[in-house]
């Protein structure tokens, strides 16, 4: 397998995050410069229409290019520990989480970066009201957030889930976006003190 990878970019670490906490090795790495437009060449074209990165080449030249399609492909090879859940309801919540927070704080951070920063103005074409109407989402998905937080050591309970990486790098993806994290949210910066400490968030 080879998985294409663009650096600090937050879904290509989502990827190698979950590969870490699953104990897997990560496959062969190709970099891809997202600054230097190297996802927007036509041989990477070939890979990926979409132009997004990760992608997950594996042995037969099957292509997956969505950071949850690959997530769930490695979890079916390597079940353990189960970050998708055991039983049906608990993978229920995490899916229930995951989108939530997937569709919400980590699509608003992305649009407020992709809208706002100067160093995407060349990769997109940005629409700065966009930003900002995102901006203004922000804490209300950070509540939302937060109220689960003030209930569970980990957003879907006692231990780490896909759920916590998502959320995780959408509050570190907050920083580079100029977004600030309030100090009112306690269980917010409490978790996330947490999660950043383990060994996987080095990846």
């Known amino acids: 397998m080879k998985l294409y ?10 990827v190698r995050i979950f590969f870490a906490e699953k104990g897997v090795p990560l496959p062969e790495l190709i970099p891809v410069d997202i600054a230097k437009k190297e996802h927007r060449t036509e041989a990477f074209r070939r890979i990926n229409p979409a132009q997004r990165l990760p992608v997950l080449q594996l042995d037969d030249g099957t292509a997956l290019a969505e950071t949850i399609a690959i ?32 569709l919400g704080l980590f699509s608003s951070v992305s649009a407020v970066f992709r809208h706002s920063h100067p160093s995407m103005a060349e990769l997109e074409a940005q629409v700065p009201e966009w930003a900002e109407i995102n901006r203004e989402q922000i804490d209300d998905h950070l ?49 996330h003190g947490d999660i950043s400490a383990r060994p996987s968030w080095k990846a």
């Open 71 to 102: 997530c769930r492909y490695i979890e079916g090879l390597h079940p353990h520990p189960p970050l998708f859940g055991r039983e049906a309801k608990q993978q229920a919540l995490i899916e229930m989480w995951n989108r939530r927070i997937e």
């Open 143 to 191: 509540l939302v957030l937060e109220l689960q937080l003030a209930a569970n050591p980990f957003v879907c309970g006692d231990e780490l889930t896909v759920a916590d990486i998502t959320a995780g790098i959408a509050i570190d993806f907050m920083k580079p976006s100029r977004i600030r994290l309030s100090e009112d949210f306690v269980h917010i910066r409490r978790w």
């Open 5 to 14: 990878d663009g650096g600090r970019a937050p879904n290509p670490r989502r």
